[in-house]
Nanobody, 117 residues
Framework: QVQLVESGGGLVQPGGSLRLSCAAS????????MSWHRQAPGKQRELVAT???????NYADSVKGRLTISRDNAKNTVYLQMNSLKPEDTAVYYC???????????WGQGTQVTVSS
């Protein structure tokens, strides 16, 4: 059973930074496609960033140049470094694991990020 635990959310002023972490259980983490998603109040959940098993990355246009996804396979952890934060980045951020060869998807419980002065 895969478990994902996010941490690092909080309240930050516009222009500030946060680093989110997602710690995963499982022995094949290095093979998983990992991604961060977010959901703001009253809006649909949206994809923010993806990192593949070979460490290639993709980003939503709205976060390019400000958010960076990375992974540490030795620690079974994926990160989201968030810089130059804007009020519109306020949302619950979720970590997702895709085990494509098993056609299974797992989600974390989410962590709240609030950008406000």
């Amino acid at each position: 059973q895969v478990q994902l635990v996010e941490s690092g959310g909080g309240l930050v002023q516009p222009g500030g930074s946060l680093r989110l972490s997602c710690a995963a259980s499982g022995s094949t983490f290095r093979l998983w496609t990992m991604s961060w998603h977010r959901q703001a109040p009253g809006k649909q959940r949206e994809l923010v960033a993806t990192i593949f098993s070979g460490s290639a990355t993709n980003y939503a246009d709205s976060v390019k140049g400000r958010l960076t996804i990375s992974r540490d396979n030795a620690k079974n952890t994926v990160y989201l470094q968030m810089n130059s934060l804007k009020p519109e980045d306020t949302a619950v951020y979720y970590c997702k694991a895709d085990l494509t060869w098993l056609r299974r998807v797992y989600w974390g419980q989410g962590t709240q990020v609030t950008v406000s002065s």
